[in-house]
């Protein structure tokens, strides 16, 4: 399919200061956009970053088919720009289309279409090292309908901003023993808008009282730990690293899956399996828990500081002494930047040439 390519005739980015750029408030020139009518994707198009207008029974506002993707382009020291693992997030945005009965978008034109935009606005990339251009594919329902059922129509859209170097502080999480993220059989795996609207009340309990974020523990037991507000979540007991495996309930995240691959070819022990509560507390108090840190997008590497669960206070060791935490981070914004030799094939440039 042909991508229709409409410039803006005007640029906004000399009303930014790229030194002070609060995340997720600042947009690029264009964005990508294409219709879902009659069975079929229709006139992918990039536009002049623009509101939609919808009607007030547009689906998605009701029932909430809703999915999305958070990625990032960097650039690497000649100027290229690089996306990261983009095939992936096109899957994993087809894995939720499919749980919320959303039609799947064609892998090769999410790539194509998100190649053209970052060249388009290729400018917009940020050039310190840490900072990025943020990416938000989305796909939305758009029928005009009141009833619960699979729309017919669906709008997808891929817009982005620059974000500045992400030096999350150490959070610190409360483990959480009365509300759930994602019970098994529901929508933990998906991209859902709904996952995160869920969340929102525990979380805000959970901030009232000190803390940044919930560490989600499994639904039926509340034994198991799952991960963390956008977040997989990585412990390092006795030399071991250790996540939980990818149950169903938590999502698959692009940086989770690239630091075990990360550590697995340097040959350091890692582990993909249940963990408990009870095991990270035993840990704590034998003195083997060396760290913990939440992995995404966005932050990448986010240490944690402390651990609340029930009347314990865990408190971790300092974060100029988490080996792998720094170490893994380090690796992945290596490659971002083309620092670090990509052996891996993860790092997708992306050329003047995708414009013709
Ligand atoms: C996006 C997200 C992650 C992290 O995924 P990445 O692909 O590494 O960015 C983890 N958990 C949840 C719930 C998320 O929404």
Redesign the pocket.
């Known amino acids: 399919m042909d991508i229709k390519i409409t410039k803006s005739p005007t640029s906004r980015i000399h009303e930014v200061n790229f030194d002070d750029l609060p995340f997720g408030r600042t947009f690029a020139d264009h964005m990508f956009v294409c219709d879902y009518e009659n069975g079929a994707w229709q006139n992918p198009r990039i536009e002049p970053f623009h509101n939609f207008s919808l009607h007030p029974a547009t689906m998605a506002l009701h029932y909430g088919q809703a999915i999305f ?3 990032k382009a960097s650039i690497d020291d000649n100027g290229t720009p690089m996306l990261f693992r983009p095939e ?2 096109a899957k ?1 945005l087809n894995i939720s289309a499919a749980r919320l009965c959303m039609p799947e978008f064609p892998e090769d034109l999410f790539v194509e279409g998100l190649s053209k935009l970052v060249a388009l606005d290729q400018n917009w990339i940020p050039k310190e090292e840490g900072s990025a251009l943020y990416i938000r594919p989305t796909m939305i329902a758009t029928d005009e309908f009141i009833g619960v059922k699979p729309s017919q129509s669906y709008k997808f859209f891929i817009f982005t901003g620059p974000v500045g170097p992400y030096y999350p502080k150490p959070v610190r999480l409360w483990a959480e023993t009365d509300y759930i ?1 994602a019970a098994q059989g529901g929508t ?1 795996f998906a ?1 859902a808008a709904g ?2 609207a869920g969340a929102l009340y525990p979380a805000k309990l959970a901030q009232d009282r000190g803390f940044d974020q919930l560490l989600w523990l499994d639904a039926k037991e509340f034994k198991y730990i799952q ?6 979540v990585f412990f390092v007991i006795n030399g071991v690293t250790i996540t939980p495996p990818l149950s169903g309930t ?9 630091i075990l691959e990360i550590l697995r070819s340097e040959g350091k022990p890692v582990a993909e399996h249940p963990i408990t509560i009870d095991e990270v507390v035993q840990a704590y108090k034998d003195g083997t828990l060396q760290e913990a840190f ?5 932050a990448v590497v986010s240490h944690v500081a402390e651990i609340g669960y029930r009347d314990l206070l865990m408190t971790l060791p300092p974060v100029s002494e988490r080996k792998i935490g720094n170490h893994v981070k380090a690796v992945i914004d290596g490659l971002r930047s083309g620092k670090v030799e990509d052996k891996w094939g993860w790092t997708v440039p992306v050329l003047a040439e995708e414009l013709v």
Not at 227 to 232: A, K, L
Not at 250 to 258: A, E, K, M, P
Not at 294 to 298: P, R, S
């Open positions: 993707e958070g990625m992936r997030h994993r993220r933990g991209k996952n995160y991960e963390s507000g956008t977040m997989n938590i999502l698959d995240g692009v940086t989770r899956d690239s939440g992995a995404g997008t966005a």
